[in-house]
């Protein structure tokens, strides 16, 4: 940003009054500066490699965009507080977050969408495995754990449609909506979350 500073007299007295004009000389702005730690960290952990070994799925030879690629674009627009996946919309916008992670190109909604579809049981295990390989690799080089305290807990979500597997049940913010009941698991000692099960609303509190 370049300040000017325009020096003008006052009409009553000799003394000066100062007025500043402001304005961005930057073209290549981000408000996701952080997304640069991010992505030495992911870069350290090989993690577009690690989901581009693990992960099965099949696309079209002539596919413009990876499954690892595809993930990888999901992962970061989250860690960069993407709710949605019309969010990521947003990074395609951002050219210097573009430029960091070295996009060329940046998938559609639908492509997103589509790739995600072609996901079955077994294809959701492999990024599950992958994900413990990762996180093996972060506590091998910066923990000692002998062992490790998991805390459990649910929380109801709060849903409006008839999505799958929504159910009334327990749900003190909302009495008698519909609602998914997800159970989470958090490692105490590094306050990660280290798995989640996504329940229907009619799951009980202590049912795993």
Known sequence: MKVKRNNKKRNNNNSKSHTFKTQFTEKRLSSRGGMALIKRFWDKLNGEN????????????NATYSISRVLTILIMGIASGAKHISHLYQLSLDEALISLWNWAKFPV?????RTLALFGYRHCYELTTVHQCLRQKVWRNKYGF????????????TVYGNQEGVGKGYNPEHPGKKSYHPLFCFVSETLELFHGWLRDGTAHTANG
């Open 50 to 61: 690690a989901l581009e070994q693990g992960i099965s799925v099949e696309k079209s030879p």
């Open 109 to 113: 909604e639908s492509t997103i969408t």
């Open 146 to 157: 002998r062992s490790i305290t998991f805390d459990l807990d649910s929380s109801p979500k």
